[in-house]
């Protein structure tokens, strides 16, 4: 009976065609690779379930101890490339804090490595003494910005808190009630309505906000000995940024180096396209930023408006944010004015209309000759972006979520089209 069967085997497999057997043998391999990968992901999470708490670095051990043996499948192969990114990305935000200088020395040296390059190529002068060069200058720049603008910053800073403390301890008798009742009643509002609602109701409730302040001003005064003990961050940046800009070109090449001869190309392509992204998205933003808050401190200090310097500060670094930047800078300008200023219609008006020429001042002409024509990422997409990236990374995240959604949306295009010119991928 065995050799029967045995016979009819060798029979099959002698009348099958070559091709088939081979079909099979690989849809039978990828089959086995599937049941691999989904195999070691259910064994991870089950272990990830019963011991809590468990280290990231343990469960990626396991899920290589499990997969490589099997590393000939392309699913093995995938996984373990996701996972060795999802770990890296889990000991990027880990760290963030303490690596924070060096992200600052590295993005730095991003940005000015173009300069480098062509003083090293132009002058002829090596990287170590041009990158000295230009990280000694930027710091020479930034404290002589310091020491200009930094005490009228603080001064103007300090005025304000004074100002609003004071505010607030004599809130039920400085609380201008009867000027906001005028205002109203000049939009040509009902005199009954606005001692039913804006009386009665609205003004009470805005005092009840108001009696928060206090506590907030004192968690933000609480947090400044804590960036004050990181201090060294200011020593270490510079240094971090020296030997980034001195060592560019070796660790480009360097993590070259590490893409396998048939990808290179394919992945060269995809880092210029990166860098068109990001390098032109944070020079331009931040030019434009830098700009625009300067014209808001001008426009403030010929209207009269108190804190202008102040005021043209928040608005360059609220600028750097998108979208939800604007209405931040919106809410804290009508603030100082209705808090500094006669509550009437044309103090109230002067904030609206200043971010709002300064906005389309920005969008219709300082955006698109200096930015260009942006990311192309959708404004809700945008919003999205600034909470995940801020959730993870903090203030840095906000910053970089315009130009790191961009670089991944880059990555699903490169990918669309890849499928496209390749189907069976």
Known sequence: MAKSQENTIILTSEQSDPESV????????????????????????????????????????????????????????????????LLGFWLIITLASLLLPFIIGLLIAYLFNPVVSWIEDKWNVSRGWSSLAIVLILCGILVVAGLLLIPLVIDQLDALLIRISDYLQNSTLTFDEQGIRNFFLSLGLPKRYIDQYVTGEIIPQVKALYAHIPHIITIILGAIPGYAARILDLIIIPIAAIYFLKDWRTMIDSIQSLIPQRHRPAFIASFINIDKVLYGYIRGQSTVAAIIGTLGAI???ILGVPYAALLGLSIAILDLIPILGLFVSIIIIEGVILLTMPITLGSVMIGLIVIAALHLFENYFLGPKIVGKGVGIPPILIIMSIFVFGYFLGFLGILLAVPLTGIILLFVREYRQALAEHPLL
């Open 22 to 85: 081979a079909s099979q043998f690989r849809n039978s391999s990828r089959f086995d690779g599937i049941a691999v990968g989904l195999g070691s992901v259910a064994l991870i999470t089950l272990i990830a379930f019963i011991i809590r708490d468990i280290s990231p670095f343990i469960v990626a051990a396991v899920l290589f101890l499990l997969l490589f043996p099997f590393k000939e499948y392309r699913a093995a192969r995938t996984i373990m490339f996701t996972a060795g990114i």
């Open 299 to 301: 426009i403030f200090m």
